[in-house]
T-cell receptor, first 113, second 113 residues
């Protein structure tokens, strides 16, 4: 089955700096790669996703890149703000109906002002 | 976006008792729903895939006789934690994906005393 590795586990940056979180996946059949932000005690919130037919996607300060050959994808947050502080999870899912997302272990991002 | 609800949002029970958690898709039909468990400061771990009208598929290491799943309709899946023990205390989250994006319920905080 799919296995997703995520690094780093913790990341501390100064406000205004960029943050990068990297993930690798094992199943070449995976074709959907979302990123979630989770605040304490709440459900994960989708912040951006990318499909395997696209190499990069951007939404304001957030971007995701995908390298299918290397089986890795990354989240880039620019101009970080204190409210970006949260736990971020990457996930992957094969292109099969009724298949669940498999999550990385998460990255705790702390943005200090 | 699609809406998934969960009930209850939190529950405290005594060791040895059973607890039922409901997951509903409010504005779409879900032939498949997913149950995740999240321990403090850890990632979401897939427990099982709930299939409407048939048996659930459990992940390796998840006891099917302890975590009973019933998906009796296209909008409702239930997870029953039987003979709960303190180590079952966790955050349980259900989800469904009507299309690519996977929508999560708000989660149920279970505390077993």
């Amino acid at each position: 089955g799919e296995n997703v590795e995520q690094h780093p586990s913790t990341l501390s940056v100064q406000e205004g700096d960029s943050a990068v979180i990297k993930c690798t996946y094992s199943d070449s059949a995976s074709n959907y790669f979302p990123w979630y932000k989770q605040e304490l005690g709440k459900r994960p919130q989708l912040i951006i996703d990318i499909r395997s037919n696209v190499g990069e996607k951007k939404d304001q300060r957030i971007a995701v890149t995908l390298n299918k050959t290397a089986k890795h994808f990354s989240l880039h947050i620019t101009e970080t703000q204190p409210e970006d502080s949260a736990v971020y999870f990457c996930a992957a899912r094969p292109n099969q109906a009724g298949t669940a997302l498999i999550f990385g272990k998460g990255t705790t991002l702390s943005v200090s002002s | 976006g699609a809406v998934v609800s969960q009930h209850p949002s939190w529950v405290i029970c005594k060791s040895g008792t059973s607890v039922k958690i409901e997951c509903r898709s409010l504005d779409f039909q879900a032939t498949t729903m997913f149950w995740y468990r999240q321990f403090p400061k850890q990632s979401l771990m897939l427990m099982a895939t709930s299939n409407e009208g048939s048996k659930a598929t459990y992940e390796q290491g998840v006891e099917k006789d302890k975590f009973l799943i019933n998906h009796a309709s296209l909008t409702l899946s239930t997870l029953t934690v039987t003979s709960a023990h303190p180590e079952d205390s966790s955050f349980y989250i259900c989800s469904a994906n009507p299309k690519d994006e996977q929508y999560f319920g708000p989660g149920t905080r279970l505390t077993v005393t």
